[in-house]
């Protein structure tokens, strides 16, 4: 990449350690995302223009999901204004609205019901913030909900665990049941469950795609490497963001998984039916979608008989992969009980490296100088391998079995502690660019840091939107757009398949 | 008069806040998680999970972690509190504990403890602007209830002291159905007054905190979800989805 020291007329950084802003009342009240249009609401069962008594619908789904999830009515009760998640998010940091701040984001919505369903907001709302619903709340709510990305970086810093991303995603459910939606996750899920995935491929243009990628494979290695579709009876059904068909660098991602499978020699198949990772049911926060999506994957597994399902790099696809799966579309009693399920293609792959089945020379990533970035949904809402935080220890562990130079970002910025991208939780999309490039400012910040300290060249995510999101906006921070890779790219990078022609003087 | 209008305001605070946690525990306890949203990294065994809740109750660890000045003021603000109320078991109790007489001396001291952490909380939130701006005036008024009580209670401790068999007599009563005498000094009188009103909005205030804690599900289920369903009933009853791939949307 370009040295940095080109680009020191980047105004953005804060210094290091991270600064906390002033409020700025109000800073970010006009970043407003598209509001969808009726057919792709009414496509997910939801009305399709605001309701003329969108008040009482609102009151009344309020009230439901109070009784249907322990979660929304723990944490509208318990939070005490102790004010330790308020320097936390990334779009207060980034935007200075204190709207931003998780408590007040909450607040946002505690304060409607503390005013409908608690003594003190009935009789005392002046005593304890409560206030009606009128059409500027609900504006406010849609405005500041859709600031969010429900990256739960806030839960790990409250006493009580109050999660903000739970509230988000009523919040955005209460929404969608009165008619307004946002336009770019009401319509990809619309897409989704016409076409099998976010991005309305179809078979037909995904298998051309894919023959592509294999003649670049056969190119670039000599060894015919397979990437399957719709192959009935294969062991392995692999779910993968539809993103990793065509957006760089995620097709690098997917190229590496193929090497991997090939070099373990096991049959491995994609879905066209189920041709989608990511899951946008959880975005807005709605049970049924997220269980219909979800569900894609149990009918494909079903139908192609595979034994093992495993997921490719996607954050929130992890999330609900790992915490939800089971719960939504199980029981997997027909899946081969000996491995995970689902199982992590990090997991396979660090089982591939360590049992030495996997031939690496590491030697052929020593010009990138690595650092990770975990991507919130699989640092918070997920896990991988047997030990509690493996979210954290498999990636690092596979990147430092590719690759000589690895360097971790500062601690208050990875791991439990990670920054979101800026682009998560139905937030990676045009309108809101604006609120994308202020929200990755911390990550920038730390990337910068390491880049100074230690000339990190290359910052690795296993997440789709995370790396849509830092190829965007990394250059606004002077960064190359190829400073973001996939982790399997560089695994790929380092690979050395059977029967591959090397240049030794390549690297 | 006075100790009968007192005896009705505890007895009439006792039941409000007995039965109202009771409300809140209860909802909380039968309202469904339908997804596991533990925030992880998580403990994988119900055993590592009791222990991450005893370091969140006994060290606040999270908030730790997360800001070390609201910490240490939260830190003497419980701990101080909660002396103090083993001391006042002493009240309580026709013989007083042996555990109690040896902490005593400490818990009288505690009050300090106690003050300087709702002291410095309150300073935080009059003049940490992040603080200042969630703040809604219940949240200073609870912090005015708590510096009331335990300002009132150290006045009695070191200044004019009230009398102490007296109010024992008393209490033992009220606990027994009797409504004895109480001493009618008026700092016992606000001091009882402010702790019989904490009592009543406990139950409606955001002390539900105290029960909210374990029943956080972020912190309180076993990261175990790719072991362990949890259908809901309310999603059991959802329509049913179709078996394998309809043959009209085969590829
Ligand atoms: C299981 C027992 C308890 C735990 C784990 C607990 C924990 C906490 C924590 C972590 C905070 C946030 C930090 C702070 O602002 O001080 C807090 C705040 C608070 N707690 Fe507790 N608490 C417990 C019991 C109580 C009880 C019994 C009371 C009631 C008298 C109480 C009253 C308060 C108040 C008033 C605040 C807010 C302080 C402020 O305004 O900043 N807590 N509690
Ligand atoms: C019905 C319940 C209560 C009774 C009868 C009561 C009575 C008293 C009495 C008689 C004293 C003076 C002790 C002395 O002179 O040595 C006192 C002190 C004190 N009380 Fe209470 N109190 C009650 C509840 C509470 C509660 C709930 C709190 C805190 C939230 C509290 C906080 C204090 C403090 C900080 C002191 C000063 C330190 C000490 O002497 O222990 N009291 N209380
Ligand atoms: S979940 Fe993430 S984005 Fe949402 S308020 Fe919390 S820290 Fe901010
Ligand atoms: S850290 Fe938790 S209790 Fe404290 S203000 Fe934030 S949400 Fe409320």
Redesign the interface.
């Known amino acids: 990449m370009a040295p940095l020291d080109d680009k020191k007329d980047v105004p953005m950084f804060s210094d290091y350690p991270q600064q ?1 802003p ?2 700025e009342c109000g800073a970010s009240l006009d970043t407003d995302t598209f509001k969808a249009y009726p057919e792709h609401n009414e496509a997910l069962g939801f009305p399709g223009e605001l309701l003329p008594n969108w008040k009482e619908v609102a009151i009344a789904k309020m009230g439901e999901l ?6 929304f ?3 509208l ?12 998010c990334q779009y207060f940091l980034g935007t200075s609205d ?1 709207k931003n ?1 998780p ?2 984001r909450q ?1 946002l919505l505690r304060s409607v019901y503390r005013r409908y369903f ?3 907001g009935k009789y005392f709302p ?4 409560a206030r009606d619903l009128t059409k500027e709340v609900l504006d406010e709510w849609y405005t500041y909900y859709h600031q969010c990305s429900q990256c ?1 970086r806030c ?9 903000t991303a ?1 509230i988000s995603m009523a919040a955005r459910e209460i929404l969608d049941s009165v008619g307004v939606g946002q336009k770019y996750c009401n319509e990809i899920i619309a897409k989704l469950k016409k076409t ?1 995935n976010n991005l309305g491929l179809n ?1 037909k243009a995904l298998r051309a795609t894919l023959e592509d990628m294999e003649e670049d494979l056969l190119d670039e290695t000599g060894v015919e490497v397979k990437i399957p579709l ?1 192959v009935k009876g294969a062991d392995i059904l692999l779910i993968t963001p539809s993103a990793d068909f065509f957006a760089e660098p995620h097709i690098e991602g997917l190229m590496g998984y193929a090497k991997v499978f090939h070099s373990a020699g096991v049959s491995w198949t994609l879905s ?2 189920a041709s989608e990772a990511a899951n946008f049911g959880m975005f807005i926060g709605s ?2 979608n997220m ?2 999506v979800s ?1 894609r994957i ?3 597994a ?2 192609l008989g595979v034994k093992r399902i495993i997921f490719g790099e996607c954050g929130h696809a992890w999330r609900v992969a ?3 799966l ?3 579309a ?2 997997f009693d027909f899946l081969d009980q000996n491995y ?3 199982q992590h293609i990090l997991e396979f792959t660090l089982d591939e490296i360590e049992s030495g089945r996997l031939k690496i020379d590491k030697s052929r990533n020593d010009e990138h100088v690595v650092t990770f970035h975990d991507s919130c949904n699989v ?5 991988m391998g ?1 030990k ?2 493996g ?2 220890d498999v990636p690092r562990a596979v990147l430092k079995a590719v690759c000589n130079n690895f360097h971790d970002m500062e601690r208050d910025t990875i791991r ?1 502690n990670t920054f979101c991208c800026g682009g998560g939780g139905g937030l990676l999309t045009d309108d809101l660019m604006d609120l994308r490039i202020k929200g990755a400012k911390p990550r920038m910040t730390a990337l910068k840091q390491v880049a100074d300290e230690h000339g990190v060249n290359k910052m690795v995510a296993i997440c789709a939107i995370c790396k849509t999101q830092f190829a965007k906006v990394m250059p606004k921070y002077g960064f190359d757009m190829d400073t973001i890779q996939s982790a399997h790219q560089l695994v790929a990078n380092a690979v050395i398949l059977d029967g591959q022609e090397t240049e030794d003087d390549a690297e | 008069m006075i100790s009968t209008v007192y005896a009705v305001l505890f007895y009439l605070a006792t039941i409000l806040l007995v039965v109202g946690v009771g409300m ?1 525990v209860w ?2 306890a039968t ?14 065994t119900k055993r ?1 999970v009791v222990f991450r809740m005893f370091r ?1 109750v006994i060290f ?1 660890e ?2 730790f ?3 070390k000045w ?1 910490w240490i003021f ?1 830190y003497l603000f419980h701990w101080g509190m909660l002396i103090v109320l083993l001391r006042h078991l002493r009240y309580f109790t026709l013989n007083t504990w042996w555990w109690v007489e040896i902490i005593s001396p400490i818990g009288r001291l505690m009050a300090f403890a106690m003050l300087a952490g709702l002291l410095g ?1 309150w300073a ?2 009059v003049l ?4 200042r ?7 200073h ?1 609870m912090l005015a209830l708590l510096v009331g009580i335990a300002a009132s209670g150290a006045l009695m401790s070191y200044v004019t002291h009230t009398d102490i068999i007296m109010v024992k007599a008393y209490m033992l009563g009220l606990l027994r159905f009797r409504i004895g005498d109480m001493p009618t000094d008026p700092i016992l009188m606000v001091h009882l007054g402010l702790v019989a009103l904490l009592m009543i909005i406990f139950p ?3 002390l ?2 105290v029960p ?2 374990f ?5 309180t289920l076993v ?1 175990n ?8 009933k ?2 059991r009853n ?1 329509p049913p ?5 309809p043959a009209n ?3």
């Open positions: 906390i002033k409020i109070a009784k249907k999830n322990r979660a009515q723990v944490y009760d318990a939070c005490v204004k102790c004010g330790a998640c308020t320097d936390k204190p701040m408590v007040a607040d608690t003594f003190a002046w005593l304890v913030g739960r839960a790990v810093a409250c006493p009580y665990g109050i999660d739970e099998g078979p719709d066209s039916y049970y049924e269980r219909e569900w149990r009918q494909a079903k139908d790992y915490s939800f089971n719960t939504l199980g029981p995970p399920i689902p640092a918070r809402g997920s896990a047997d509690e935080g979210q954290f439990e | 809140r909802k909380y309202t469904p998680v339908p997804l596991n949203i533990v925030v992880s990294p998580a403990p994988r590592g969140e606040f999270s908030l972690k997360s800001n609201i939260a909380l935080r939130r940490q602007e992040r603080i701006y969630i703040s809604n005036p219940s949240d008024l409606i205030s955001k539900l905190h909210g804690v029943f956080a599900p972020s912190r990261d979800a790719r072991e362990k369903r949890r259908v809901s309310w999603a959802l989805l179709p078996e394998g791939i949307e085969e590829a």
